[in-house]
């Protein structure tokens, strides 16, 4: 049985994208030219757009037209942290991080609320279901391009020392150090869950990812010297721009990918 028209037209498009006949960021034809070019209908052609448009190898720009998706370089996240670095906030190892890579960084002005905890942040921060907590959210972006979704929840009774916790500001050097002034708390370490599911409404339109796409969401439990959670962090990081890396022992050699493995034999202390 032959393949509906417009699965016909969405795959030769995608066929040369993948070629490189269409480029990425190469703006595609208008619907008038592709409805000339496959002598079809404008809802067969709209029809192929969309398909195209869910599986993001595509996206319409108001008032400029439609155009190949542009190739997103993964960025990758180590999990494990240095123990030089379990005092810092996310924030500040975020910026630090990317613009090690030499690339640029950016995140929103937190937007601040409180709420009442639900169970999945009360278990965490071993509060009472529904108590109030503080929770700062942010917008993260990598080369402009929208990264991650993040939000910090600390226990409310934290304001009563540390106000700055309901203020809509970035607190510099970040809010760990900031609670360290404040409050004489300092962060030990922390427990990361990371869990996997469909992209809400709110992230599809933020990523630019499609219905059916899959985010990363990780919450992390930061814990003060008396081992009392002091905040927890949830981040939600689209999979087609996300990669991670979990370290286990002492002294383990900085990942290494080259093009040529093979070539690994010939370079002793190489790794992967």
């Given at each position: 049985?032959?393949?509906?028209?417009?699965?016909?037209?969405?795959?030769?498009?995608?066929?040369?994208?993948?070629?490189?006949?269409?480029?990425?960021?190469?703006?595609?034809?208008?619907?008038?030219?592709?409805?000339?070019?496959?002598?079809?209908?404008?809802?067969?052609?709209?029809?192929?757009?969309?398909?195209?448009?869910?599986?993001?190898?595509?996206?319409?720009?108001?008032?400029?037209?439609?155009?190949?998706?542009?190739?997103?370089?993964?960025?990758?996240?180590?999990?494990?942290?240095?123990?030089?670095?379990?005092?810092?906030?996310?924030?500040?190892?975020?910026?630090?991080?990317?613009?090690?890579?030499?690339?640029?960084?950016?995140?929103?002005?937190?937007?601040?609320?409180?709420?009442?905890?639900?169970?999945?942040?009360?278990?965490?921060?071993?509060?009472?279901?529904?108590?109030?907590?503080?929770?700062?959210?942010?917008?993260?972006?990598?080369?402009?391009?929208?990264?991650?979704?993040?939000?910090?929840?600390?226990?409310?009774?934290?304001?009563?020392?540390?106000?700055?916790?309901?203020?809509?500001?970035?607190?510099?050097?970040?809010?760990?150090?900031?609670?360290?002034?404040?409050?004489?708390?300092?962060?030990?370490?922390?427990?990361?869950?990371?869990?996997?599911?469909?992209?809400?409404?709110?992230?599809?339109?933020?990523?630019?990812?499609?219905?059916?796409?899959?985010?990363?969401?990780?919450?992390?439990?930061a814990f003060d010297q008396h081992k009392k959670p002091m905040r927890v962090t949830v981040t939600v990081f689209p999979t087609d721009r996300n990669q991670f890396i979990?370290?286990?022992?002492?002294?383990?050699?900085?990942?290494?990918?080259?093009?040529?493995?093979?070539?690994?034999?010939?370079?002793?202390?190489?790794?992967?």
């Open positions: 049985m032959a393949q509906p028209m417009y699965q016909q037209i969405a795959e030769d498009l995608r066929t040369k994208i993948a070629s490189g006949i269409l480029k990425r960021g190469a703006q595609l034809p208008t619907e008038v030219e592709l409805r000339d070019q496959y002598e079809a209908s404008r809802n067969t052609v709209r029809d192929a757009i969309k398909r195209l448009t869910s599986q993001g190898l595509i996206e319409t720009k108001p008032g400029q037209g439609t155009f190949v998706s542009v190739k997103i370089d993964p960025f990758v996240t180590v999990l494990t942290a240095d123990l030089t670095e379990v005092d810092k906030g996310e924030g500040a190892t975020y910026l630090s991080k990317v613009n090690a890579e030499h690339r640029e960084a950016s995140m929103t002005v937190p937007k601040v609320e409180v709420q009442p905890a639900a169970a999945e942040i009360a278990n965490r921060l071993r509060v009472p279901l529904g108590q109030p907590v503080v929770s700062r959210h942010q917008k993260r972006f990598i080369d402009e391009v929208p990264w991650s979704l993040q939000t910090s929840f600390y226990p409310f009774e934290f304001t009563k020392g540390a106000v700055r916790l309901l203020m809509a500001e970035n607190i510099e050097p970040g809010v760990v150090h900031y609670l360290g002034e404040t409050m004489g708390l300092a962060q030990i370490g922390w427990r990361d869950w990371i869990t996997a599911r469909s992209a809400d409404n709110n992230e599809q339109a933020f990523f630019r990812i499609s219905h059916d796409s899959t985010v990363f969401e990780i919450f992390r439990t979990v370290n286990v022992g002492d002294g383990i050699p900085d990942p290494r990918y080259e093009e040529n493995p093979e070539e690994y034999d010939e370079k002793p202390g190489m790794t992967a």
